[in-house]
């Protein structure tokens, strides 16, 4: 949950005087110091980009979604909140992503695209970022199966087939699913359960 931004002409709030890093810079400045753990700070396409607060509304759909994800997670995979992953020109900490690994797998270092099946953002506020930058960022780095919990309408859009290479990456299927709906909990192409979307939003 980031605050927005557009591509070239950046709308979110960076930190006054840094040009644009790659990981391995921004991961520098980690490692040395200059950014601590309690930073609320994540790169998004090479931007450091400041992080909202969360209010009492996202803060409760996070632990609903918590409670209806972690009981039906397959062996093998990872559930991890709002833990950074690492792209090729950004690491977002997105609210929630599901990745392949066990329990020392993502010791040293963040998961990595080719590792998650599956990244939640929790939008309220940031609606219009989730759908419009996010949705670039994670479709950009092939990632399968992006979910927005949308408070603010209250449904969950799935957004899959990922069109990568486009000259702006996006995905190519949008489907919602409203409250006494039930969404397909999927992870390499395999259904794991059908759930209520009542059990994220209710």
């Not at 040395?32 to 759909?61: C, F, Q, T, Y």
């Not at 062996?75 to 929630?96: A, H, V």
């Not at 408070?151 to 859009?157: G, S």
Request: overall charge negative.
């Amino acid at each position: 949950m980031s605050v927005g931004f557009v591509p070239q002409t950046p709308a979110y709030f960076t930190l006054a005087g840094f040009r644009r890093l790659t990981v391995p810079e921004y991961h520098k400045l980690i490692e040395i110091g200059i950014l601590a753990e309690d930073d609320r700070v994540e790169l998004l396409e090479g931007h450091m980009v400041m992080k909202m607060p969360p209010n009492p509304p996202h803060s409760n759909v996070i632990t609903n979604t918590t409670e209806a994800l972690v009981h039906r997670l397959p062996n093998g995979w990872r559930l991890r909140c709002e833990q950074p992953i690492t792209l090729s020109d950004s690491e977002p900490e997105p609210d929630f992503v599901l990745a392949r690994g066990d329990r020392a797998t993502f010791s040293a270092r963040h998961p990595e695209a080719k590792e998650i099946g599956l990244v939640v953002e929790v939008a309220d506020s940031s609606l219009v970022v989730d759908r419009a930058d996010m949705s670039r960022i994670y479709a950009r780095a092939d990632i399968p199966i992006y979910w927005i919990i949308n408070v603010v309408d209250r449904q969950i859009e799935v957004y899959t087939h990922a069109r990568p290479n486009d000259p702006t990456p996006a995905y190519g299927s949008r489907t919602d699913y409203k409250l006494g709906a039930s969404i397909p909990f999927v992870l390499d192409g395999q259904t794991i359960a059908l759930i209520a979307v009542d059990e994220f939003l209710g």
